[in-house]
């Protein structure tokens, strides 16, 4: 069984842009949470998605900002980024119906010059 | 507000026992979970106490207090590889997790 994909695993972008991050979770898993990792913050959820809809979201700014799609494959967007939004971005999923057990991907680490 | 308080760092021996503490403070707490991430790698999964009391898996162990709203993880039997930082988390509305403990094994 296939673990939770994430592409790409780094990048460099420059203060301004923009940043698509993608997650491809487990078969069969239509939950999907994405987490900001740092080292002065901890792992700081995001939001999350399930079948489609944003179940729940955190407290980050408007910048922010997520998709899931019909086959359960995620997105998260940051738009005009800053220097703070260096961090690693994790990506899991869960089987629908459980409150743990998250399985993580390996993370895209984001880089803002 | 939610908070799940661990120490920063820990240094054991290998071979040795460490037990690494988790002090919670959550509304609608359901359970506790820990996990183990390697640097640059992802957090892995590793226990799970929905009840008091303890739970074995291998040479960790997992142990819950919800009266003391409390939990530990314990780590047997010390290997070089355990060295990584560990976080204790607990389901709400999303998955919330601890402060993260860097744990070291030495020779």
């Known amino acids: 069984k296939a673990g939770v994909t994430q592409t790409p695993r780094y990048l460099i972008k420059t203060r301004g842009q923009q940043v698509t991050l993608s997650c491809s979770p487990i078969?069969?898993?239509?939950?999907v949470s994405w987490y900001q990792q740092t080292p002065g913050q901890g792992l700081q959820f995001l939001f999350e998605y399930f079948s489609e809809t944003q179940r729940n979201k955190g407290n980050f700014p408007g910048r922010f900002s997520g998709r899931q799609f019909s086959n359960s494959r995620s997105e998260m967007n940051v738009s005009t980024l800053e220097l703070g939004d260096s961090a690693l971005y994790l990506c899991a999923s869960m089987e629908s119906g459980r409150s743990y057990g998250y399985t993580f991907g390996s993370g895209t680490r984001l880089t803002v010059v | 507000g939610q908070s799940l308080e661990q120490p920063s760092e820990v240094t054991a021996v290998e071979g040795a026992i460490v037990q690494i503490n988790c002090t919670y403070q959550?509304?609608?707490?359901?359970?506790l979970s820990w996990y183990q991430q390697h640097d640059g790698g992802a957090p892995t999964f590793l226990s799970y106490n929905a009840l008091d009391g303890l739970e074995e898996t291998g040479r960790f162990s997992s142990f819950l207090s919800r009266s003391d709203s409390y939990g530990y993880l314990l780590l047997q039997e010390l290997q070089m590889k355990d060295s990584a930082s560990y976080f204790c988390?607990?389901?709400?509305?999303?998955?919330?997790f601890g402060t993260g403990t860097r744990l070291t094994v030495i020779p």
């Open positions: 988390a607990a389901p709400s509305d999303n998955l919330f």
């Open positions: 959550t509304s609608g707490f359901y359970g």
């Open positions: 078969s069969g898993h239509r939950s």
